[in-house]
């Protein structure tokens, strides 16, 4: 611990973080709890458990959960762990089940969590006191939200400030056309670090560039001609149509923001064309670039006129992490008829791959005894965002068990 509170203390703003930090166990182990257990993480969107007794998990932390779709509509969370010797209860990534049953020695819980069966117990065990214990849980438009600490931090400023945004794509009336995990060589503060700056997309993102601008600001003083007049033409439009715009002030946890495609692109395709014939939500206007949209600790998303991506970050250890990427279509939208998977996946699947090899390779360079902190870009300020945050969340951790 004294370690890092001094690597905490000499931390240079602006900069990349010690070697340390991204290659010890330990600290992860630490981050773990100080950052994945105290912050709203993103599992899954609603759409994925449409009918009463579906369910999928999600790893939060050191910890498994459980969403399950009720009888009434509404969303259980639990932690997935049995009340009788901890074993996972659901197994798998998604399934579907009237009641919870434990593969272990079948103790069965309902939709709320309740103990129902338990055999072989003695008379006065007290099935009341082995309820499935709960979470906490938020659903932003379908977008659902965990936090395992008792007292969750605020969320009702994101979901004011974001809310506008997403709530026209309507991510609780899609479906998942196509879900992919990949394992990356990398800490996942690295992948995140890469995913926060388009720095590096002009020399490694070909697919990508086609459609996304590389400025992340409607005022980047690196806009070119094309960019200045295509970004008040496209913000007069979505005035308009009621669509919101401007980057929302979300400090260092959240930004949202719309954007305009370019190429005249109306999707992230690798030609520009739909993705998906079937419009999200209500719309009707195939030409509104995409909102895009970041919380921490690892979640980021894009918001298209035919599509929406979701992809979260999770630690695996201190040199892997795992990025689950899904994309999700209108619910209704028909395969081969309305879209076809590897036209919709093609573009951030190799982007995924690109990005993976370039922080496989940061990964392995900060291991050199000659890496040091280095200075961020004027275009990378969400990477000082970023680790400003990071390290605010590690030392107020710190400074809790001090105090214990
Ligand atoms: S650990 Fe779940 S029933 Fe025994
Ligand atoms: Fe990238």
């Not at 600290?27 to 599992?43: P, Q």
């Not at 434990?102 to 709320?112: I, L, N």
């Not at 069966?117 to 938020?138: C, I, R, T, W, Y």
Request: proline content about 5%; charged content about 25%; glycine content about 8%.
């Amino acid at each position: 611990m004294d370690h890092l509170k001094a690597m905490l203390k000499r931390r240079k703003v602006g900069h990349s973080l010690e070697g340390d930090f991204y290659h010890s166990q330990a600290i992860l182990d630490i981050e773990l709890k100080a950052i994945f257990e105290k912050e709203w993480v993103f599992v899954g969107n609603s759409s994925e458990i449409p009918n009463p007794g579906d369910y999928i998990t999600a790893t939060v932390g050191r910890n498994s959960v459980i969403l399950l779709k009720k009888k009434s509509g509404e969303i259980s969370a639990f932690l997935n762990s049995c009340r009788h010797r901890g074993s996972l209860i659901c197994l798998g990534k998604k399934g579907h089940s009237n009641q919870l049953v434990c593969p272990y020695h079948q103790w069965t819980y309902d939709e709320d969590g309740a103990l129902v069966h338990a055999g072989e117990m003695p008379a006065d065990f007290d099935p009341e006191n082995h309820f499935l214990k709960s979470v906490s849980l938020q659903n932003m438009s379908g977008m659902l939200y965990v936090c395992i600490s008792k007292n969750p931090p605020d969320f009702e400023e994101f979901r004011k400030q974001v809310e506008p945004y997403i709530a026209p794509h309507q991510p609780f009336r899609c479906k998942v056309a196509y879900e992919e995990s990949i394992v990356e060589e990398a800490n996942w503060k690295l992948v995140i670090e890469n995913n926060r700056e388009c720095y590096h997309c002009a020399g490694s993102h070909p697919e990508l560039t086609f459609s996304l601008t590389a400025f992340a600001m409607p005022d980047d003083p690196r806009a070119d001609g094309f960019f200045t007049e295509l970004m008040p033409r496209m913000a007069k439009k979505w005035q308009e149509l009621g669509l919101p715009h401007k980057p929302v002030p979300g400090g260092d946890k959240f930004r949202c923001i719309r954007l305009p495609f370019i190429n005249d692109a109306l999707s992230m395709t690798i030609d520009g064309s739909l993705a998906s014939r079937k419009l999200l939500g209500d719309l009707k206007d195939a030409n509104l670039g995409s909102a895009r949209m970041f919380h921490v600790p690892g979640n980021w998303n894009h918001f298209g006129s035919d599509y929406i991506l979701h992809a979260s970050v999770t630690p695996i250890s201190a040199d892997k992490t795992l990025l689950t990427t899904k994309w999700l279509v209108h619910e209704d939208a028909v395969e081969g008829w309305d879209y076809d998977v590897k036209h919709l996946a093609r573009v951030w699947q190799a982007t995924n791959e690109q990005d993976s090899t370039l922080a496989a390779n940061n990964h392995l360079g900060t291991r050199s005894v000659g890496y040091e902190p280095g200075p961020y870009a004027e275009s990378e300020f969400m990477l000082t965002d970023f680790t400003n945050w990071y390290g605010g969340m590690m030392e107020k951790y710190i400074e809790g068990e001090d105090e214990k």
